[in-house]
């Protein structure tokens, strides 16, 4: 999907950019009593400092009374046959990094002194379901709603049998995994605090697109990003690299032996991080609707994949000529957009009633529509609701091809349009966030802002589509994760926050530096809940207040400079190296651009104190960070060597503001 301006009045200023990178997992530290419905906004009571943050958040989780339960001793691991082998591999890791030794039973009927257990298991007969009626008796209700739900699962502590307990239970496999990321999170000094948890996401997708124009991902990269998504809570993976050729325009080309070896691994991690591997196979750059032969490729191309596990699958038919390309279709559909979306329907419904129909396991066809924006009917939407089977689903990517703002009612009427008055289609959101294709001298890094909270209300799902860069990705798929799970409880703010303290990592000098480059790099389209370099424009401001009132500087702006000069060498200390990896050339820029500050204050200082010397080789020392920031050293796909841009170049604008300020001599 390409996310250039759909039409000439929609806000664009830059063109686009791509990265690639590695993961890690993500947590965050908000306490506290949530309480979130698909009908009602979410409460929060008290604090209580022993229960650490959950992200996503849950929809209830509480401290509760009782024992804390020592991973760091003997642990059984009670799980009966057939429990979920991650599940029970990441227990089995997670006892053994907090110091402890697991051993993994199917009762605990003589406990050593000094043991403790964590019970697993999914359904109400097993032994983690009589285990959490017995430590969960005073949240059974919410625990009860919890297990009937798809991908949910409650959590309880206490003591049984004389040892602490923890019981870690699952509507289903899904949900048991991700009450284990939920153990991950709470888990302090190697052991689990007293808690009650009763969860469940709100949205049936919730995943990552790999669906940008320039650089595809690197096979690692997909990989960590695989695992980070599972870590918060995801279920979905989409791949459909526009620039990967036996997608789009090699599409009826099978994959070799080594590509089909690097899939099958892609395919086996997704699953046993409980994602969905989606296959995207795209056809329309050539596609003959009513060709038989093209049905039979592309029936070919997606058996090839569903026999190496992918169950789920994606036919997008975005970014290609707006009207029907060979003479068989004219014959058989005649021209325009709404035979366009005639012979569409047909070649889709046959694929989905050859290949999709009668596989178990299969997911609901999904299809991404050549006009894949705005909510209005049109006469093309209009037929691709009549004539479309009612069960494929279709990508969305809002009012907009980038959509700054996506509400529930702008969901209904486009549901109605891609379907019928009387049954509305289902649909997933393409989200163009923070993909930056468009813009590759830019990167985006502020919050996900300006969907509405009851959005799950209306739709199947959202994924996210990704910078080129996936490591400064992360915090952007940290807060889908949270918004998806629980939009009603989703805070913008809070949510990056905590992904940002988990990429940092616990050094203090780290965590600052990170976010200063975060600040750098707010600016998303002209939008006003995100305002450019926030924190950056404030010590910019304070100090011209200082300066032309005479006043001796605050030192904020001192203090950013000389943290901007450190980034090269702050960043990669992350917990998330790939982070300052893919931020190579822009950390560079903000280096650059600190010394250029700390020179200029410098030379502003000097020229005071009536210092014609100091003016004269602090001039020359801003003039070389200006010369040294603005170097083309971001290599593009497609066009060429960038400069790494920073904001709306607020540091620019000051440096060259303030050799205005002091003429040379």
């Known amino acids: 999907m390409n996310a250039a301006p759909a039409h000439p009045g929609a806000k664009r200023r830059r063109r686009a950019l791509m990265l690639s990178a590695a993961a890690i997992l993500v947590a965050a530290l908000v306490a506290g009593w949530f309480i979130a419905s698909k009908d009602r906004q979410p409460t929060l009571g008290g604090h209580p400092a022993s229960l650490p943050g959950i992200y996503p958040v849950p929809q209830r989780a509480s401290a509760s009374s009782g024992p804390s339960v020592p991973l760091n001793g003997r642990v059984y691991i009670v799980a009966p046959p057939g429990t979920d082998q991650p599940s029970l591999a990441a227990v089995q890791d997670l006892v053994k990094a907090s110091g402890g030794t697991g051993e993994v039973v199917a009762t605990v009927d003589d406990p050593a002194d000094g043991s403790s257990a964590v019970y697993l298991g999914t359904s109400e007969g097993s032994s983690a379901g009589t285990m959490l009626k017995e430590l969960g008796r005073d949240n059974a209700d919410s625990n009860q709603e919890a297990l009937k739900r798809a991908e949910g699962y409650a959590m309880a502590t206490g003591t049984s049998g004389g040892i602490p307990t923890a019981v870690l239970a699952g509507s289903d496999a899904d949900g048991l995994f991700h009450a284990v990321q939920t153990l991950r999170q709470v888990l302090k000094d190697g052991s689990v605090p007293p808690i009650r948890v009763s969860d469940w996401p709100l949205m049936e997708t919730r995943g990552v697109i790999e669906g940008f124009y320039g650089t595809p991902w690197s096979h690692q990269a997909r990989l960590d990003i695989i695992e980070f998504a599972a870590r918060q809570k995801m279920n979905t993976y989409i791949y459909s690299p526009k620039d990967d050729p036996l997608l789009r325009d090699k599409w009826r080309t099978l994959y070799s032996d080594q590509e089909l070896t690097e899939l099958q691994e892609l395919i086996d991690t997704a699953t046993a991080n409980h994602i969905r591997f989606t296959y995207a196979l795209s056809p329309g750059i050539d596609v003959c609707y009513s060709r038989d032969a093209d049905l039979e490729d592309a029936i070919t191309k997606l058996e090839s994949l569903y026999s190496l596990g992918v169950r789920s699958f994606v036919i997008p038919l975005d970014d290609i000529a707006t009207k029907v390309q060979c003479s068989e279709d004219v014959k058989e559909f005649g021209s325009g957009q709404a035979n366009l979306a005639k012979a569409q329907a047909s070649f889709l419904n046959e694929l989905n009633q050859r290949f999709t129909t009668g596989k178990q396991g299969v997911q609901p066809l999904e299809t991404v529509p050549t006009f894949y924006s705005g909510s209005g009917s049109t006469p093309y939407k209009k037929e691709l609701g009549r004539a479309l089977d009612p069960g494929i689903v279709v990508q969305w990517t809002g009012e907009d091809v980038v959509s700054h703002r996506i509400t529930r009612d702008s969901a209904e009427t486009a549901r109605r349009s891609y379907g019928t008055q009387g049954a509305p289609r289902d649909l997933v959101i393409w989200d163009n966030y923070p993909v930056n294709d468009f813009s590759q001298d830019h990167l985006f890094l502020a919050p996900l802002i300006g969907r509405d909270a009851d959005l799950h209300q209306s739709l199947r799902g959202v994924v996210t589509n990704p910078m080129i860069q996936p490591y400064l990705s992360l915090p952007a798929i940290f807060n889908y994760a949270d918004y998806s799970w629980n939009g009603p409880a989703y805070n913008p703010q809070k949510s990056m926050d905590a992904a940002l303290a988990q990429v940092s990592g616990p050094d203090p000098d780290v965590q600052a530096a990170v976010k200063a480059f975060v600040d750098l790099n707010q600016d998303w389209q002209d939008d006003e809940l995100t305002p450019s370099a926030p924190a950056l424009r404030r010590d910019i401001d304070q100090f011209w207040s200082d300066y032309d009132a005479g006043r001796s500087p605050s030192g904020g702006l001192q203090a950013r400079a000389g943290l901007l000069e450190r980034l090269p060498e702050l960043l990669p200390k992350m917990a998330a190296p790939g982070f300052a990896d893919d931020a190579t050339h822009w950390a560079a820029a903000a280096g650059e651009y600190g010394r250029g500050v700390t020179a200029a204050l410098s030379m502003l200082d000097a020229a005071?104190?009536?210092?014609?010397?100091?003016?004269?080789?602090?001039?020359?020392?801003?003039?070389?960070?200006?010369?040294?920031?603005?170097?083309?050293?971001?290599?593009?796909?497609?066009?060429?060597?960038?400069?790494?841009?920073?904001?709306?170049?607020?540091?620019?604008?000051?440096?060259?503001?303030?050799?205005?300020?002091?003429?040379?001599?």
Not at 612 to 641: C, F, I, M
């Open 608 to 665: 005071k104190k009536g210092d014609s010397a100091a003016v004269a080789d602090g001039r020359k020392n801003v003039q070389a960070a200006l010369a040294s920031a603005g170097a083309k050293t971001q290599p593009t796909l497609d066009l060429g060597v960038v400069t790494p841009v920073l904001g709306d170049s607020e540091l620019k604008t000051f440096l060259e503001k303030a050799l205005k300020t002091v003429p040379p001599n």
